[in-house]
């Protein structure tokens, strides 16, 4: 996907960052099931950051928000053990995997949001 070519409506760019968040999510839990090889890395998005544009219109800003965002979120969430996604910082904290499924929930919630779907 081309970030750079965001050129719509907020509605649109929602859309995308919305389909990005629920895509890394998925990514995040196949990458935590599965042995992490040079090959998987090279195919999933956000291994890298891309490159920046050279202008300052307002779908670029956007995207390279978003790239900054799936990057960190990549790096954050990259080589995670069944160990990590259980661990909980205190009794009353949630665990890793409580809070990645409540960003998926949150990234539903806007995709409901902008389609005209009740949560």
């Given at each position: ?10 509605k649109d760019i ?87 499924e409540h960003i998926y ?15």
């Amino acid at each position: 996907m081309d970030l750079y070519a965001l050129r719509g409506s907020k509605k649109d760019i929602m859309k995308q960052l919305t389909t990005l968040i629920i895509s890394l999510f998925f990514f995040t839990n196949i990458n935590c099931q599965t042995a992490t090889s040079m090959t998987a890395k090279e195919t999933l998005p956000y291994h890298q950051i891309p490159e920046a544009p050279t202008d300052y219109s307002s779908g670029n800003v956007i995207a390279r928000m978003i790239d900054g965002l799936g990057y960190r979120y990549y790096w954050a969430t990259e080589g995670l053990t069944d160990d990590d996604l259980i661990f909980r910082p205190s009794e009353d904290a949630s665990n890793v995997i409580e809070t990645i499924e409540h960003i998926y929930s949150l990234s539903k919630n806007i995709l409901n949001c902008i389609s005209g779907k009740a949560n």
